[in-house]
């Protein structure tokens, strides 16, 4: 059975930080492309990044780069959100995902549609106040 689970959201002010993990179990963690998604209130879910199996290659959101950054421990099967930075734009209920297999880069591949992800966590709540 596979398990995702988030943790390490709250509540920060503007220009805060904030580190997000996703626990896994129940797949080939070491061999799965994963992903942290968001969604805000009234708004689709949208793609903030993605690693590759080894952690080798990343993908993010225009509106996200150069402040988050993603990483994965392969031993631990967990993945990692670091979020500096943050803006009251940021929040949003954060999950992570996963296809269960390798990331499919390029065009055709929809490396940051939530659409290509089958499973999820739960989330976890990140609030950032002006």
């Known amino acids: 059975q596979v398990q995702l689970v988030e943790s390490g959201g709250g509540s920060v002010q503007a220009g805060g930080s904030l580190r997000l993990s996703c626990g896994a179990s129940?797949?080939?963690?070491?061999?799965?492309?994963m992903g942290w998604f968001r969604q805000a209130p009234g708004k689709e879910r949208e793609g903030v990044a993605v690693?590759?199996?080894?952690?080798?290659?990343?993908y993010y959101g225009d509106s996200v780069k150069g402040r988050f950054t993603v990483s994965r421990d392969n031993g631990k099967k967990t993945l990692y959100l670091q979020m500096n930075g943050l803006k009251p734009e940021d929040t949003a209920m954060y999950y992570c995902a996963t296809n269960g297999r390798a990331c499919q880069w390029g065009i055709g591949g929809r490396i940051g549609d939530p659409g290509s992800y089958v499973y999820w966590g739960q989330g976890t709540q990140v609030t950032v106040s002006s």
């Open positions: 129940g797949f080939p963690f070491s061999f799965s492309c």
């Open positions: 690693i590759s199996t080894g952690g080798k290659n990343t």
